[in-house]
Structure formats: structure tokens, C-alpha cells
């Protein structure tokens, strides 16, 4: 039991570290490598937050805020003239993520801090104690997951987004103001990437570079889901399993690598990996 819980709550961490990643990739067609900085910022919200003794659930629709509102410049101001050329953006979105992580180091310094669990202990699940922060993530990530299910099946917004996805051109035809899905889109990406970022906060320290490891794993589930959720939600259970088993029993470093190599094998055998799975 305790190890399908690992399971379970690491796959639920993956997706809602991807989910806001994926958005930006499945519109623009672009892999923002200053996500791991938005997930930075997120978790320095949830610090910022409890330094000035806001509840930490409080910290999480700042973190969100943060994020949106950081994504809406960066998107304006730097993204957007480069919609037509990709590789200059991805270009562009690294060197941003080094630079906002510069300017928190200015800002907050490289010393590592922490944030405080708003839930302690653990709670019984079938015979097992298990950390009840950890099962809360679970309910948070499936929670992300409805939300960006409605939001993208069930309203005007999602229509649009997807008449993008599959083709933008005939959309523009059809009147869509496909510039203004791309900057919503990368708005509310960049707020989810905020938003993980408060998440895992109490299960791990706050410093300049805590995104980093997170975004290599993101990329490489992004890469293998293309531009669906559910491709995502599968992509988590099947890497985070093989994660959490090869951790486990073999090695933890060989577990580090797990999702990168499982990745590069499943793109290998499947160039759409899991889109049309």
C-alpha cells in the first residue's frame, strides 16, 4: 500500500507541475523553458505569504496571480514577436528563466528557506499511515485537471483554443483573434506553473533554482502527451510508476533519470507518444 500511495501522489505532483506547460505548448506550439522559473516564483509567493503570516491556502491564488500576471508581460513583451519564429522563442524563454532566477537571488538571496506544511501528520489509508499533505496534492492535481477539462470542453474559451490547436489559420478565417488565445493561454499556463510551484513547496526547500529539476521532467512529459490532458494524466501514472519503482527498489539516482529515458524510448517507438493513445 505504501508504495501504490508513493505512486499515486508522485504521478498527482508530475501533472500538476505539466499541466500548465502543456497549455502553452498545445496553443503555441512553443516549450517555454522559463516555466521552472514560474514554478520559482510560485514558491517564493507561498513564502512571501507566510512571512506576512497568510494562511498557506491564501498563498496559493497569490502564487497563481503572481504567475498570470508575470505570464501576461513576459507573453507581450517577449513571446509575442516571436510566434513565427519557435526556436528564437525557446531561445528567448531559457534565458528569461535564468534571468528571473538572477533577480530573485538579488531580491530574496541564495539562501535555501522553507515553507511549513499546512497539514501535519498522516492519515490511515487501509492499515498505512501516510503523510496527509501528500494525499491533499492528489485532490489539488485531480482539481487542476477538472478545472482545465471544463475550462477547455465546456466554454467559449476552450472552443476557440482548440479551433487554434488543430488549425490556426482556418480559425483566424473563421474571425478567432487567435493572439488573444495565445496570450490567455500563456497567461493561465504560467499561473498553474505559479501555482505547482506553491504546491511542492512544503515538500521541498525555497531557493532560487527550485524549479529546475522539476521543468526537465515536465518537458519530457509534455513531449510524450503532446497536446492533450488525458495524454498527460496517463503519461504521469506510467512514468511516475516507473519512477517511484525504479527509485525504490534499484537505485534513487536511476530513478532520477527514469522519466527522461522512458521518455526518449516512448517518442522512439511513438513520434506522437501518447496524443493519439
Do not use: C
Request: aromatic fraction near 8%; hydrophobic fraction near 60%.
Amino acid at each position: 500500500m505504501p508504495l501504490l500511495l508513493d505512486i499515486l501522489t508522485t504521478s498527482a505532483i508530475l501533472y500538476a507541475v505539466a499541466a500548465g506547460l502543456l497549455l502553452i505548448f498545445g496553443v503555441m506550439k512553443i516549450i517555454n523553458f522559463a516555466h521552472g522559473a514560474f514554478l520559482t516564483l510560485g514558491g517564493y509567493a507561498s513564502l512571501v505569504g507566510s512571512q506576512l503570516g497568510l494562511p498557506y491556502w491564501a498563498a496559493l491564488p497569490l502564487a497563481l496571480a503572481v504567475g498570470a500576471l508575470a505570464g501576461m508581460l513576459i507573453e507581450w513583451l517577449i513571446v509575442r514577436p516571436l510566434y513565427s519564429r519557435p526556436l528564437d522563442a525557446i531561445l528567448a524563454t531559457w534565458g528569461l528563466g535564468i534571468i528571473i532566477g538572477q533577480l530573485i537571488t538579488l531580491a530574496f538571496g541564495r539562501e535555501v528557506k522553507f515553507v511549513a506544511s499546512p497539514v501535519q501528520g498522516t492519515v490511515d489509508v487501509f492499515g498505512t499511515d501516510y503523510s496527509a499533505y501528500r494525499l491533499l496534492l492528489v485532490l489539488a492535481a485531480a482539481a487542476i485537471g477538472i478545472t482545465m477539462a471544463f475550462l477547455l470542453t465546456r466554454t467559449r474559451f476552450g472552443l476557440v483554443t482548440r479551433a487554434v490547436i488543430m488549425n490556426e489559420q482556418l480559425s483566424r478565417g473563421l474571425g478567432i483573434n487567435s493572439s488573444l488565445v495565445r496570450f490567455v493561454s500563456f497567461s493561465i499556463g504560467a499561473g498553474l506553473g505559479s501555482l505547482a510551484g506553491a504546491l511542492i513547496t512544503p515538500l521541498s526547500s525555497v531557493d532560487p533554482n527550485m524549479g529546475i529539476p522539476w521543468l526537465v521532467n515536465a518537458f519530457m512529459l509534455v513531449m510524450v502527451s503532446g497536446s492533450s490532458m488525458a495524454s498527460l494524466l496517463i503519461a504521469t501514472l506510467l512514468f511516475g510508476a516507473a519512477q517511484v519503482l525504479i527509485s525504490t527498489f534499484i537505485s534513487p539516482i536511476l530513478g532520477g533519470l527514469a522519466i527522461v529515458v522512458l521518455a526518449a524510448v516512448t517518442l522512439r517507438i511513438r513520434p506522437k507518444g501518447f496524443s493519439n493513445a
